[in-house]
Antibody, heavy 120, light 110 residues
Framework: QVQLQESGPGLVKPSETLSLTCTVS????????WSWIRQPPGKGLEWIGY???????NYNPSLKSRVTISVDTSRKRVSLNLNAVTAADTALYYC??????????????WGQGTLVTVSS | QSALTQPPSVSGSPGQSVTISCSGT?????????VSWYQQPPGTAPKLMIY???NRPSGVPDRFSGSKSGNTASLTISGLQAEDEADYYC??????????FGGGTKLTVL
């Protein structure tokens, strides 16, 4: 399994852009889809989106207008940008590898998560 | 996206079996074996326990099993242990190639 480490600012101001990076180690970045998932304090998991090593993406329809996920295969990094943030975007943000078969996908490795608070 | 419904909480005593349900519709869970389950102990990241309804990744104890009946997928934990106390989430890979999580179930070991 790969190891994943999220990094980025822990505090973002309302209306600004949240930017996080996930560094991949211990495996090939070409073998998986790379996904972001978030968890507001005390609440459940919400899938944000994923990117393939080719750069193709898919996003949660509820966040699609504000999200961009990209991959830098040479540096083995996956990035998340979420713009126009509000307090509702305060959450623990996880990076996860999404392993897909011909019929289904599952998140088989997760980072430890990074807490992002939206506040002025 | 379609919602997956889980009970907010379940409980059981050590050694007992518990089952956590994940209800969808005939268009999603009922038609495809695309359900995965995740365990999240307090303060830790989720961990994959079951994929494609009933398959266990290597390293997951065989006390954990998955099944499906109609529009409902289920995770059963037999021989309950104190370390099984955690939040459990189901997840479905949709026909639009998106993913949706259930609301989560808190398992308490009495």
């Amino acid at each position: 399994q790969v190891q994943l480490q999220e990094s980025g600012p822990g505090l973002v101001k309302p209306s600004e852009t949240l930017s996080l990076t996930c560094t991949v180690s211990g495996g090939s970045i070409n073998s998986y889809f790379w996904s972001w998932i978030r968890q507001p304090p005390g609440k459940g998991l919400e899938w944000i989106g994923y990117v393939y090593h080719s750069g193709s993406t898919n996003y949660n329809p509820s966040l699609k207008s504000r999200v961009t996920i990209s991959v830098d295969t040479s540096r083995k990094r996956v990035s998340l940008n979420l713009n126009a943030v509000t307090a509702a975007d305060t959450a623990l943000y996880y990076c996860a590898s999404l392993l897909c078969s011909t019929t289904s996908c599952a998140f088989d490795s997760w980072g430890q998560g990074t807490l992002v608070t939206v506040s002025s | 996206q379609s919602a997956l419904t889980q009970p907010p909480s379940v409980s059981g005593s050590p050694g007992q079996s518990v089952t956590i349900s994940c209800s969808g519709t005939s268009s999603d869970v009922g038609s495809y074996n695309r359900v995965s389950w995740y365990q999240q102990p307090p303060g830790t990241a989720p961990k994959l326990m079951i994929y494609e309804v009933s398959n266990r990744p290597s390293g997951v104890p065989d006390r954990f099993s998955g099944s499906k009946s109609g529009n409902t997928a289920s995770l059963t934990i037999s021989g309950l242990q104190a370390e099984d106390e955690a939040d459990y989430y189901c997840c479905f890979y949709t026909t639009s190639s998106t993913l949706v999580f259930g609301g989560g179930t808190k398992l308490t070991v009495l």
